[in-house]
């Protein structure tokens, strides 16, 4: 736990991942500040950068993207210039929605974001294949998604 947080902001926290819209009154209602005491708290949250930024949830499924892959991806070399290369070349792909470098048995996972199957042998054959270094891909499509957060609620306990 970061040594300059206290109680209250990790309750703002909270209050922020259930509701990133919630009006400074009732945020700080919800913690027990003064409005002014509050909006200094989340502008320090902000200034320190543990929030770093503000989102709406979109469902992707009602602009009709129905699909999402996740693609462990292996490269030939893994070496700094290889990784270097791969991730500047997958910041470019304009479907991937996620990129991380993996430890284990492959060297990154990606999330892509499709239509349909047609969509994602589109992603496929003009993206993904054709990244530096890429020796393996292996494609395994979402059923369902069942949660998602950003960060876990047991992480923002800090009592």
């Known amino acids: 736990m970061p040594t300059d947080l206290d109680p209250i902001d990790y309750k703002i926290l909270r209050e922020l991942s259930h509701d990133a819209r919630i009006s400074h009154v009732i945020l700080s209602e919800r913690v027990g500040l003064s409005s002014t005491a509050c909006a200094r708290r989340l ?94 891909l292996q494609s395994s499509f979402v059923m369902r998604s069942v949660i998602k957060r950003s960060i876990s609620t047991s992480a923002l306990v800090g009592d």
């Not at 990784?83 to 929605?97: G, I, K, Q, S, Y």
């Not at 470098?101 to 990154?108: A, K, P």
């Open 43 to 136: 502008q320090h949250l902000e200034k320190i950068g543990i929030i770093y930024g503000y989102s709406a949830d979109i469902d992707p499924s009602l602009l009709g993207y129905r699909m999402q892959a996740i693609v462990h991806i292996s490269l030939d070399h893994q070496n700094e210039n290889a990784l270097a290369a791969f991730e500047r070349a997958v910041r470019n792909c304009p479907d991937v929605t996620s990129c991380h470098l993996m430890s284990g048995s492959h060297d990154y996972l990606v999330q892509v974001l499709v239509r349909d199957m047609e969509d994602y042998e589109r992603v496929h054959n003009q993206y993904l294949s054709r990244l530096p270094g890429v020796i393996r």
